[in-house]
């Protein structure tokens, strides 16, 4: 970011000086004509443009930064006036100088084709003042307005500054939720095993350890590959797994080949803890469905279970679902959508998500 501005500001000083040049060089191309030798010329042109920079940038880079910026438009405007006005006598001050000078210095020019009546090598007088005045008057207003679009880029960047750091955040803050969330649920499901099969509770703390090994390094790196994100899914599957019961109908499907893509760490779990939060039941047959697929441009994920009678409503109530509704909208804006439907005995997630912009990754 530091290498940016400071190019972006070398590139606005050449932008600069390649426009003073032209303004310096155009004036004696076209107004100097069979004059073209004439050094007092010459310097009656560079004394009026050194008086336009003057006017510019003392303008640019005291009067609206230190006066207008600040709402002292009042004070801003006669300080611009009086230095106009100022600048104004100055030019031409130094042209009368000039003027005299040179008819010290009588320098003899080349005939021309237009006779030797040109041969009169004094400057010509200086453009009327209020010309002249007109003119600064103009360069000022162009050095306030390209000040202003510059101030207000500034500002712009500044609030996209502010909101990348609120997202980040933001962000932070969601992430650091999932964790305690997803382990506590966790728990609570291996609490429950140890009561069943002890065995089974076992390797269950073995697989908990290598999903937290997971939440604790690899998820806080930034984002992750899509692959690593499956592997974590697929893990915590035969974690649930194992505390299932044959009323329960546990259907999965990931894919096996796709491109790999690198997508915020944590974000599809929520729904496949609520599935197993809420859809199943130790009495009444009860099912879960869990289905990922992935093309060149979208990611659909798809998740629905059964809902027992004690789920009612409270399937809203956790933090896991709101958690991932927040960032999708902060890191997916306006490129993903998500349909959750509940209806009496069954709740289904539908959700997709536009990768086509996100970083791919050869390596699987």
Not at 26 to 38: E, I, S, V
Not at 241 to 267: C, Q
Not at 318 to 324: A, P
Request: aromatic fraction near 12%; proline fraction near 4%; hydrophobic fraction near 40%.
């Amino acid at each position: 970011m530091k290498s940016f501005l400071q190019v972006d500001k070398k590139l606005k000083i050449l932008l600069h000086l390649v426009a003073w040049t032209i303004l310096f060089i155009l004036p004696a191309y076209f107004l100097m004509g069979n004059l073209a030798h004439n050094f007092w010329f010459s310097l009656h042109i560079g004394i009026q443009t050194f008086g336009y920079v003057l006017i510019f940038y003392l303008n640019y880079l005291l009067l609206v930064p230190k006066l207008f910026f600040i709402r002292k438009k009042g004070l801003y405007f006669l300080s611009a006036i009086v230095l106009i006005i100022g600048v104004t006598f100055m030019v031409e001050t130094a042209n009368e100088f000039i003027f005299s000078v040179s008819q010290k210095n009588q320098l003899p020019l080349k005939e021309t084709k237009r006779g030797p009546e040109n041969n009169d090598p004094r400057p010509p007088k200086s453009l009327p003042i209020y010309n002249y005045m007109l003119t600064s008057l103009l360069i000022s207003g162009l050095s306030l307005g390209l000040r202003f679009s510059e101030k207000l880029n500034e500002n712009e960047k500044e609030r996209k500054e502010a909101e990348k750091e609120k997202l980040n955040s933001e962000l932070a803050f969601l992430k650091n939720q999932i964790s305690p969330h997803f382990f506590f649920n966790t728990l609570n499901n291996i609490y429950s095993l140890i009561e069943i099969n002890t065995v089974d509770a076992q390797k269950a703390v073995l697989k908990l350890s290598k999903l937290m090994r997971y939440l604790l390094y690899e998820s806080e790196q930034g984002d992750s590959k899509l692959s690593s994100e499956i592997e974590f899914m697929k893990a915590y599957v035969d974690l649930m797994r194992l505390r299932l019961n044959e009323k329960v109908e546990l259907l999965v499907s990931f894919p096996d080949k796709f491109d790999d893509v690198l997508i915020p760490p944590l974000l599809l779990i929520p729904f496949i803890e609520n599935a197993f939060k809420y859809g199943i039941s130790y009495r009444d047959k009860s099912f879960i469905y869990i289905s990922l697929q992935v093309n060149d441009k979208e990611l659909v994920f798809f998740c629905s279970n059964s809902l027992n009678n004690n789920a009612g409503n409270e399937t809203h109530s956790g933090i896991g679902l709101e958690n991932v509704k927040k960032r999708l909208n902060l890191l997916f804006p306006e490129k993903h959508s998500i349909s959750i439907n509940q209806k009496e005995n069954s709740f289904d997630v539908l959700l997709k998500i536009d990768i086509s912009t996100k970083e791919k990754r050869c390596e699987q």
